[in-house]
């Protein structure tokens, strides 16, 4: 499947990417993770430093599959709001779910700070802006929901987001502990950190999923690879049938601009908004622009190159709308497939009939933050721990 098409950016900030073997004989091991993007090597990481034997298998080159289309917005707020999950789901699981994340985006910055490549992982404010009048009603009340239960937030009015943010809009809410981050070079060096703690790697490496045995599977040049868990972190290459029912896919657009020179707007801020579907902006180390938008229900790509650099462009008109005195100048183009779950949550931990098969797939479009906290929970889950989360992200949930 092919998860994106356009002219990508992360892939050329880095000079010299790793390459790595295939796997060319049978082995074994305690957790066969098969998929090497953000997800798989941030679970190996976890993994690997309670002293578990790991094994990570990538079917084409690590880090280049959806993770070179993420645009690198780390939040630990959902595009779903807690008011909204509290009416769906309940006030108790919801505010666990939310304390997972915030948990998760602490954890990702204690992670990157250990790494010693460079991710380019900076801290950033998020500010979430009411799109008309009409949505400021329920953004008040998602602010007395998140400062009743602890969260990091701050309500700003028209005025002040405008003297603060130079954003004229309605209303929004400053949260902190966010960040943005270089997804392919954070990739790299988890990698290099992850080999150094044991992990074992091969790229170029299918495995054959519809034939996985109770502890072995087979690659597709037919080496078998015992294992005692296997997790699978394959992102949306593959729609599983015991969720594909919940599983909603979804192209976005995006776009990296030319360096703009300094910050484009105060303290390069991370802004998206309450409208559906909703403009999301940060800016990059080299003081370029990355927005995305424009998200449409279609389960494939978009192929047509003149079609992408137009929604790119109309992005782009967006970003300018917000601030007037910006012209935004393309420089690379692009759309991925992502997907969603139909409540909005994530997919971890085991399948419901095999009890050493677990999933570990991010859904929604916070999924690093996910993938972090479901290291956490599927560590647990192998070793014999209870997870305070766990349950509400389960499969059969």
């Not at 959902?78 to 108790?92: A, H, Q, T, V, Y």
């Not at 809009?169 to 949260?175: G, I, M, N, Y």
């Not at 990698?191 to 502890?215: A, F, K, M």
């Not at 484009?264 to 995305?292: C, F, H, K, Q």
Request: aromatic content about 10%; proline content about 6%; charged content about 25%.
């Amino acid at each position: 499947m092919n998860l994106y098409e356009g002219q990508m950016y992360w892939d050329k900030t880095v000079v010299d990417p790793l390459r790595i073997e295939k796997l060319g004989t049978g082995t074994e091991t305690q957790v066969l993770i098969i998929g090497g993007g953000i997800t798989g090597n941030l679970c190996a990481h976890v993994l690997a430093k309670t002293g578990l034997k790991v094994l990570v298998a990538e079917k084409g080159h690590v880090g280049r599959g959806s993770s070179l289309a993420n645009t690198g917005l780390l939040q630990y707020r959902s595009d779903k709001m807690l008011i909204d999950f509290m009416d769906d789901i309940g006030p108790e699981p919801a505010y666990l779910f939310y304390r997972m994340c915030l948990e998760a985006m602490d954890q990702l910055t204690d992670l990157n700070r250990g790494l010693t490549a460079p991710t380019d992982y900076s801290l950033r404010d998020t500010i979430y802006f009411a799109s008309s009048m009409e949505d400021t009603d329920p953004l008040r009340r998602e602010y007395r929901c998140l400062k009743r239960y602890g969260f990091p937030v701050e309500l700003l009015e028209r005025e002040e987001l405008k003297q603060r943010y130079r954003i004229d809009k309605p209303a929004a809410l400053r949260t902190w502990h966010d960040a943005e981050v270089n997804p392919y070079r954070m990739i790299q060096a988890l990698v290099r950190r992850n080999l150094e703690l044991g992990v074992r790697y091969y790229e170029n490496t299918e495995l054959d999923l519809d034939n996985i045995h109770s502890n072995t599977i087979l690659t597709r040049d037919g080496h078998p690879v015992g294992f005692d868990y296997l997790i699978l972190t394959t992102g949306y290459t593959r729609l599983y049938e015991t969720i594909k029912d919940r599983v909603i896919p979804r192209r976005t657009y995006a776009f990296c601009s030319e360096p703009v020179g300094g910050a484009p707007w105060p303290d390069n801020v991370m802004i998206w908004e309450t409208s559906r579907p909703y403009l999301y902006l940060r800016t990059t180390a080299d003081s370029r622009i990355i927005a995305g938008g424009l998200d449409e229900d279609r389960p494939d790509p978009e192929t047509n190159p003149d079609q992408i650099r137009a929604k790119a462009r109309l992005i782009a008109d967006q970003v300018e709308d917000l601030f007037p005195y910006l012209k935004v100048k393309l420089a690379y183009a692009w759309n991925g497939l992502f997907c969603g779950s139909t409540d909005g949550l994530p997919f971890i931990g085991p399948d419901p009939n095999q009890s050493n098969i677990l999933y570990l797939l991010g859904y929604e479009g916070n999924g690093m933050c996910y993938s972090m906290a479901g290291a956490a929970i599927l560590t647990d889950y192998i070793q014999g721990r209870p997870n305070p989360y766990q349950s509400i992200v389960r499969l059969d949930r």
